[in-house]
């Protein structure tokens, strides 16, 4: 009876769990107040956990290797682990969350007996690290699955404001033929051009060598991992030096900064101008972007719950110090406005489902391994709360986010919350075994950009 009820994996799904693309999220939320564990354990019991179905399902395979879901009853003691003792080698508890992370990134993996979920409890840094494997679902499903057990912290009967983002349709009656038909001729355009770079980066061509590259294998080396601060109202500020531009224009123009800062003071021999490293970016392919609402996201099946994202390839170029800081936020709208009129994210998401389903989970796993090995970094933002909020009535400080490790040296896991973006550098300490450097790198390129705009605003 209980197969009949089983619920086959997405192909997404699939895909997770195959050895080269085995990948489980990690979120930390950091608190200033002792935790208590009753509480959290008696929230987490109480929430939606025990209807999910993917929650609270734990994986099984039949004869013929074909993965699904089944229903199962929740052990929380096995879910909760708890650890009294000081992490060692920790300046502050901040610290030890990303020590204890970066061990996460690369140790053991989640037990299948149970779902595969867990909470880790470091009391002694009063913070919680949540492990949540890719299979369940992405970025967008955790999140909303996490704010569904929050509160305001100004008003702790009242969940947080999930806000989603409004995309304005453009209005075509309003346009002449010709300016529609030009939209049309971008489309195709952009499409062709980037569709035949994501397919060369996927079978030969690959990003010049760095001391910031991976390869086949780095996954499996230690990692480091550092945080960079980011100031939301200085992106803003940012952002109103060019017009239309938006906050991941000038997250990727100072990334693009960031990382020419570092390498002018990392690399034994001066790189050229223009090397190009590319960078991998997941998108969300929901109808509608933002935060979801939990119990819409668990009725649509469609469109809800799950991995709907496509890849992006978003290129980042070296230049020498000294050059207007300005002028990464200006290359970097120039080449995501064109990301945007093409369909490249509905492409790599569609010829990855087309390949699960002809030639199966582990070819679809070798060609993203091929092309995370071809490229530079990964990078991904998500909007997290504007607000504070608790959690088991523990004031919420900071929220982290990262995952295992891939085959890139540099995996960069944005999440904004309250006001500040917390930007977590997951790194092969072998290649880079100073993150924090490159983190103050990356600060101090928001703080140029900021500056320069600061100038400009005031010019104009």
Same mark, same amino acid.
């Given at each position: 009876?209980?197969?009949?009820?089983?619920?086959?994996?997405?192909?997404?799904?699939?895909? &997770?769990?195959?050895?080269?693309?085995?990948?489980?999220?990690?979120?930390?939320?950091?608190?200033?107040?002792?935790?208590?564990?009753?509480?959290? @354990?008696?929230?987490?019991?109480?929430?939606?956990?025990?209807?999910?179905?993917?929650?609270?399902?734990?994986?099984?395979?039949?004869?013929?290797?074909?993965?699904?879901?089944?229903?199962?009853?929740?052990?929380?003691?096995?879910?909760?682990?708890?650890?009294?003792?000081?992490?060692?080698?920790?300046?502050?508890?901040?610290?030890?969350?990303?020590?204890?992370?970066?061990?996460?990134?690369?140790?053991?993996?989640?037990?299948?007996?149970?779902?595969?979920?867990?909470?880790?409890?470091?009391?002694?840094?009063?913070?919680?690290?949540?492990?949540?494997?890719?299979?369940?679902?992405?970025?967008?499903?955790?999140?909303?699955?996490?704010?569904?057990?929050?509160?305001?912290?100004?008003?702790?009967?009242?969940?947080?404001?999930?806000?989603?983002?409004?995309?304005?349709?453009?209005?075509?009656?309003?346009?002449?033929?010709?300016?529609?038909?030009?939209?049309?001729?971008?489309?195709?355009?952009?499409?062709?051009?980037?569709?035949?770079?994501?397919?060369?980066?996927?079978?030969?061509?690959?990003?010049?060598?760095?001391?910031?590259?991976?390869?086949?294998?780095?996954?499996?080396?230690?990692?480091?991992?550092?945080?960079?601060?980011?100031?939301?109202?200085?992106? @803003?500020?940012?952002?109103?030096?060019?017009?239309?531009?938006?906050?991941?224009?000038?997250? &990727?123009?100072?990334?693009?900064?960031?990382?020419?800062? %570092?390498?002018?003071?990392?690399?034994?021999?001066?790189?050229?101008?223009?090397?190009?490293?590319?960078?991998?970016?997941?998108?969300?392919?929901?109808?509608?972007?933002?935060?979801?609402?939990?119990?819409?996201?668990?009725?649509?099946?469609?469109?809800?719950?799950?991995?709907?994202?496509?890849?992006?390839?978003?290129?980042?170029?070296?230049?020498?110090?000294?050059?207007?800081?300005?002028?990464?936020?200006?290359?970097?709208?120039?080449?995501?406005?064109?990301? @945007?009129?093409?369909?490249?994210?509905?492409?790599? %998401?569609?010829?990855?489902?087309?390949?699960?389903?002809?030639?199966?989970?582990?070819?679809?796993?070798?060609?993203?391994?091929?092309?995370?090995?071809?490229?530079?970094?990964?990078?991904?933002?998500?909007?997290?709360?504007?607000?504070?909020?608790? &959690?088991?009535?523990?004031?919420?400080? %900071?929220?982290?986010?990262?995952?295992?490790?891939?085959?890139?040296?540099?995996?960069?896991?944005?999440?904004? %919350?309250?006001?500040?973006?917390?930007?977590?550098?997951?790194?092969?300490?072998?290649?880079?075994?100073?993150?924090?450097?490159?983190? @103050?790198?990356?600060?101090?390129?928001?703080?140029?950009?900021?500056?320069?705009?600061?100038?400009?605003?005031?010019?104009?």
């Amino acid at each position: 009876m209980s197969r009949e009820l089983d619920e086959p994996l997405t192909p997404a799904g699939r895909l &997770f769990l195959q050895p080269d693309t085995n990948i489980v999220v990690l979120c930390c939320l950091g608190t200033t107040q002792p935790l208590r564990i009753e509480a959290i @354990k008696s929230v987490i019991a109480d929430s939606m956990l025990a209807k999910h179905p993917r929650l609270s399902s734990i994986l099984v395979v039949d004869k013929n290797g074909r993965e699904y879901w089944r229903k199962t009853e929740i052990d929380m003691d096995r879910h909760l682990i708890i650890r009294h003792d000081p992490i060692e080698g920790a300046t502050d508890d901040e610290d030890a969350a990303n020590l204890y992370m970066a061990d996460l990134a690369v140790s053991t993996p989640l037990d299948t007996d149970k779902p595969l979920w867990e909470v880790h409890l470091l009391t002694f840094h009063k913070c919680a690290v949540v492990r949540a494997h890719h299979a369940l679902g992405d970025g967008i499903s955790m999140l909303s699955f996490f704010m569904a057990m929050c509160r305001k912290a100004d008003d702790p009967a009242t969940m947080p404001i999930m806000n989603p983002v409004v995309v304005p349709r453009s209005n075509h009656r309003n346009g002449v033929i010709g300016g529609i038909l030009w939209r049309f001729l971008k489309v195709v355009w952009f499409t062709a051009v980037f569709v035949f770079d994501f397919i060369a980066r996927v079978l030969w061509l690959r990003d010049e060598q760095t001391v910031v590259s991976g390869g086949a294998g780095v996954e499996l080396w230690p990692r480091k991992l550092a945080t960079a601060r980011f100031l939301v109202d200085d992106m @803003k500020v940012v952002k109103k030096c060019i017009p239309k531009t938006t906050i991941n224009d000038v997250l &990727f123009g100072v990334t693009s900064l960031g990382l020419s800062k %570092y390498l002018d003071t990392r690399s034994p021999k001066p790189s050229h101008e223009g090397l190009r490293m590319t960078g991998l970016a997941m998108v969300n392919l929901r109808p509608q972007a933002g935060h979801q609402d939990l119990i819409q996201m668990m009725k649509d099946r469609t469109t809800g719950w799950g991995n709907k994202f496509g890849m992006l390839l978003l290129p980042a170029y070296y230049y020498r110090s000294g050059s207007d800081p300005l002028e990464y936020l200006r290359r970097a709208k120039v080449m995501i406005d064109q990301k @945007k009129s093409s369909l490249e994210s509905f492409f790599s %998401y569609k010829i990855g489902y087309l390949v699960m389903c002809i030639m199966g989970a582990k070819y679809a796993s070798i060609l993203n391994y091929k092309i995370l090995c071809n490229t530079t970094f990964t990078i991904s933002n998500m909007v997290g709360p504007k607000e504070k909020i608790t &959690f088991a009535d523990h004031p919420v400080d %900071y929220m982290k986010t990262t995952s295992t490790s891939l085959p890139h040296g540099i995996t960069m896991h944005m999440v904004s %919350y309250a006001g500040t973006a917390y930007m977590q550098l997951l790194v092969a300490k072998d290649l880079v075994p100073d993150p924090q450097v490159l983190a @103050k790198c990356l600060e101090d390129a928001l703080l140029e950009m900021k500056e320069a705009a600061v100038a400009t605003i005031k010019q104009k």
